[in-house]
């Protein structure tokens, strides 16, 4: 969980107590964990006695906040894993957090779904979410006896009961009032004040982004895009965590392998999340997810695309066009752009050399997002798709006048296919407002944002 809501917590502590007492024990091949999102939640789950009921039946405590939904609370049990990729098994998991996409809460589990924190509890103990919870036993007691959810479910009452005993102010003020302090760890860590920032050369977790490379006071015309390759052509509902590095370091991965090349350990990779600071990291990491499916390599699950007819990751494939100087479009389906973590799907999209989104609708903040990056969202006239342009990633895609565009007008694409022959197809340009033309103009809302304060 990453709750801190008092109610449910209690409630899923006494579910714990109520399961402890009957004899019942998760199942072997459930992965438990508890990361609250306070750590006053501790403080009441210890004054209450549930703590040790959650420790009896496997729910420790693996840290706070986002531990879960970033993929940080540990890897599956190694014969787990090698189970369910060697049997393309769809696992499941059970969470009271905010993130249920695939790959998210681990590379290991597809199928995420979201649930009160007494409800996750009672899900680890039976082991399954293909049976009604309420019509099937939990498990078997010490006694042998069939135990159901109505048999630990706590009342109301119950709840009300502790909560009133064991939760006051002074516990939030006590915490929250050197919220900043941090522990000895945080607080011996040698800085130095100064007015700007010292990127320190060495660092694999903070490195001073591109962005403003070249930058000038006057912005340079916005060139046309021509002759755009496809880095990607994708399907239905690409969220951004498909897009956005989210979750665990794969080592054979192109952010994995970079990690290693500057002397860090597998053990050490940390998370994506943890190292957005880094560009290096986290363009690696775009459109990198393992279960994204690119339309240009059939059959393939993972961030793979073809350069030159050549399977490759979408990373590598992208650095190869930008050697060429040739730029990138991605191609996609309806609803792209929905989820979360949405800066670095705009910002990684940026960075691997895509000057355009093509797509039958938008999710409205990524939209926004790559606009802000200097990514141009186009969408595809009424009754344009992908298939009906059986687009197969031969293709290269011509958009001219771009330094004129006006909000939300219709943009022709030139289509050139690999046997020579040509078709155009309409699309509307996705910059929505006369602000956001100014925004793309700039190269983005960082380098508008920053003549604005250097004027």
Not at 135 to 146: C, R, S, V, Y
Not at 364 to 373: A, D, E, K, Q
Request: hydrophobic content about 35%; aromatic content about 8%; glycine content about 10%.
């Amino acid at each position: 969980t990453n709750t801190s809501n008092p109610s449910v917590l209690v409630a899923a502590g006494l579910v714990a107590r109520k399961a402890n007492a009957l004899g019942l024990k998760p199942k072997p091949w459930v992965k438990t964990s508890l990361a609250p999102g306070s750590q006053v939640v501790t403080d009441y789950l210890d004054k209450a006695g549930l703590t040790a009921d959650l420790d009896a039946i496997g729910f420790n405590l693996v840290g706070y906040g986002c531990t879960t939904c970033i993929g940080n609370s540990g890897p599956l049990a190694e014969p787990i894993s090698k189970a369910i990729n060697g049997n393309d098994i769809v696992a499941a998991s059970v969470l009271s957090g905010n993130r249920n996409f695939e790959g998210r809460v681990s590379p290991d589990v597809r199928a995420n779904f979201l649930a009160s924190p007494p409800l996750v509890v009672a899900y680890a103990l039976k082991g399954t979410v293909t049976q009604d919870m309420r019509e099937t036993p939990i498990g078997q007691g010490k006694d042998g006896q069939d135990v159901y959810l109505k048999d630990i479910w706590p009342s109301n009452e119950e709840v009300r009961s502790l909560m009133d005993a064991n939760i006051d102010d002074e516990m939030f003020r006590s915490r929250y009032g050197n919220v900043y302090a941090g522990d000895a760890k945080w607080s011996a860590i040698d800085v130095t004040g100064s007015d700007t920032y010292a990127w320190p050369t060495g660092s694999t977790y903070v490195a001073n982004p591109p962005y403003f490379e070249g930058m000038e006071m006057t912005p340079k015309p916005v060139t046309d895009i021509i002759e755009a390759k496809p880095l990607a052509i994708l399907g239905d509902s690409i969220t951004t965590d498909h897009i956005s590095p989210a979750g665990s370091i794969k080592a054979d991965s192109p952010a994995g392998t970079f990690l290693q090349e500057h002397q860090v350990a597998k053990k050490d990779f940390n998370s994506y999340g943890a190292r957005r600071g880094n560009h290096d990291v986290m363009m690696r990491g775009t459109f990198a997810n393992i279960r994204i499916k690119n339309e240009m390599v059939p059959g393939v699950e993972g961030g793979m695309t073809k350069y030159d007819g050549e399977v490759m990751p979408i990373y590598d494939a992208a650095m190869r066009h930008k050697a060429d100087g040739t730029p990138l479009v991605i191609v996609a389906g309806k609803e792209y752009g929905t989820g979360s973590s949405r800066d670095w799907a705009a910002k990684g999209t940026n960075l691997l050399g895509v000057r355009a989104v093509i797509t039958e609708s938008f999710e409205r903040i990524h939209r926004s997002n790559l606009v802000g990056m200097g990514v141009l969202p186009l969408q595809f006239a009424e009754g344009v798709t992908r298939e009906t342009l059986k687009l197969d990633g031969t293709e290269t895609f011509t958009i001219q006048g771009v330094a004129n565009l006006r909000p939300r007008q219709d943009v022709e694409v030139i289509l050139a296919r690999k046997d020579g022959s040509t078709e155009t197809f309409l699309t509307k340009c996705r910059i929505d407002t006369v602000n956001e033309l100014e925004y793309f103009l700039n190269g983005g809302i960082l380098q508008y944002v920053l003549r604005n304060l250097a004027a």
